[in-house]
């Protein structure tokens, strides 16, 4: 292979062109606070709602129902302890996953650690998916908060959220309160159809930085009738959810490459499929101890997402192999960097904890480029395994 090849773009993407012209433009040109009550505040708060009914059109809501954030981080935490809080003493019960994004497993664990709250971690089949019914039979009578991915970040595993929610409004007849239902859809935007109105869902999150929005962009989309403590403290900012003065021209970017990714996403998903799907049949004819992880290839499988354990071969020796050959990989979750352990979400799917470390995962970008990435890179992945292992392929 002669060009770089990046696909790690599950960990961050590049910034879309047009979505940086229109940060460049806004900061530019609209400097004011939205809350000052002079005509360069007013044009600035004028263009943040713009953006605001932007998103909302996009993600299924209403307008007041986006929370502007600083990423997918906050807007899970946001989520989680916000509602989890505001639901009252009586309501110290939540219902999880064994395979949920650090930010929301950590903001769980935070609750029953510090707050009296008692939590229940589902751990899925094999494949990382999950029984509707079963989540459904989790729920308790003062349950407050479900929170459920709708795309795994390492393995690809999309949960059928809208049966979900539709299983817990079915079981919410026979309780005494609501639980409230998130899903983190970080990793699903502009890949799979992520919509409040279609999934039945009440609040969803999702990561500028994911679709080729600037860094330091996102949104919690939290339905007006729930209830949410605010985690940060001082004005009556995003409707007294957000304290903090919004960022005008992060709102914009991010409007504008929702809009794109959510324009391409039908095209982009279908190519992104066909090609992995062609890369993973490659790798797992000619690498004989490569293990897919996570669904098989079809809808219960994020489209842009590959990932592979290779028994016997160092996983960490493979991506250095691969970065010398100009693929760019990872491990899996870059928030998880650093950590020795091996990744919580494959053991959880039952993994053995050594075959977990070879952990390899392949993420393509948006837009029509993602037909073309794996060109090449199954030559790559052989020629590093044979580096480290000795492969005859």
């Not at 998103?55 to 307008?63: D, E, Q």
């Not at 997918?72 to 110290?92: D, F, H, M, S």
């Not at 690809?156 to 919410?172: F, M």
């Not at 490659?282 to 809808?299: C, K, N, S, Y």
Request: net charge negative; glycine share 8%; hydrophobic share 45%.
């Amino acid at each position: 292979m002669t060009a770089p090849r990046y696909l790690d773009h599950a960990a961050t993407t590049p910034v879309r062109e047009e979505a940086l012209a229109a940060w460049v433009a806004v900061t530019r040109e609209v400097f004011g606070n939205p809350s000052s009550h002079h005509h360069v505040g007013e044009r600035a708060k004028a263009v943040l709602e713009e953006a605001r009914a932007r998103i909302a059109r996009v993600l299924g809501c209403r307008p007041g129902e986006v929370v502007l954030v600083s990423g997918g981080t906050e807007a899970n935490n946001l989520a989680v302890l916000g509602i989890a809080r505001a639901a009252g003493p009586e309501a110290k019960h939540l219902v999880t996953t064994a395979i949920e994004h650090d930010s929301v497993r950590r903001a769980v664990e935070h609750l029953v650690e510090r707050e009296g709250f008692t939590a229940t971690a589902l751990r899925p089949d094999e494949r990382g998916l999950l029984d509707p019914e079963r989540v459904a039979a989790a729920v308790r009578d003062d349950t407050a908060l479900v929170s459920i991915a709708l795309a795994n970040n390492e393995i690809g595993a999309v949960q059928p959220i809208a049966d979900i929610a539709a299983a817990l409004a079915d079981r919410d007849r026979s309780l005494p309160g609501r639980a409230r239902l998130h899903t983190d859809a970080v990793q699903a935007a502009g890949w799979l159809p992520v919509r409040l109105d279609a999934l039945g869902a009440d609040a969803l999150t999702v990561a500028g930085h994911k679709v080729g929005a600037p860094r330091g962009t996102g949104v919690a989309v939290i339905r007006r009738r729930v209830p949410v403590e605010p985690l940060l403290h001082g004005g009556e900012h995003e409707r007294g959810r957000r304290a903090g003065t919004e960022n005008v021209a992060g709102a914009v970017a991010l409007a504008v490459a929702l809009e794109l990714a959510e324009a391409e996403r039908e095209a982009a998903a279908a190519a992104a499929a066909a090609s992995r799907d062609a890369f993973l049949a490659e790798v797992r004819r000619r690498i004989p101890q490569a293990r897919l992880t996570g669904p098989e290839p079809g809808p219960q499988r994020a489209p842009q997402l590959a990932s592979l354990v290779l028994e016997g071969v160092s996983g960490e020796s493979v991506l250095l192999e691969l970065e010398r050959r100009g693929v760019i990989a990872s491990p899996g979750s870059a928030c998880a960097a650093g950590s020795d352990e091996p990744s919580h979400v494959l053991t959880a799917i039952g993994v053995e904890r050594e075959l977990a470390q070879t952990a390899l995962r392949f993420s393509l970008p948006h837009g029509p480029a993602a037909a073309d990435c794996f060109a090449g890179v199954a030559d790559a992945l052989v020629d590093a395994v044979r580096a480290v292992s000795g492969l005859r392929a």
